[in-house]
């Protein structure tokens, strides 16, 4: 998977490096060697970044996506890769969308 490369979790990173309101993806960590948290936004990417911090999390990473659905199926599937331990579990498709997630076999994919 491409993604940026990890940038310092602070505020100030955030506003300047998360500039679109857009759906996308994020990775967190507390170190640089493992991806601790992995996290999709449906439409505000930034606005979710920001109830992360001051969670502990020292690095971040992210990259947009193309819809709402696009930024939860890349989220399922970097959940499936990173397999986090801060994630309470697998990502959830909001209410009645029928989003599944692309990993076959899944529970979230029927
Ligand atoms: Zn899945």
Known sequence: MTFMRWRQFTNEAV????????????LLARGR?????????GRDLKATLRQHLAKGYHVFSFEYALSPRAAFRKGCALYHHYRPIDNQGHPVPPERTG???PLTGCQYSH
């Open 15 to 26: 506003n300047a490096l998360v500039r679109e309101t857009r759906p996308g993806v994020y």
């Open 33 to 41: 060697k493992h991806v601790d948290y992995v996290g999709w936004a």
């Open 99 to 101: 989003w599944q997630c």
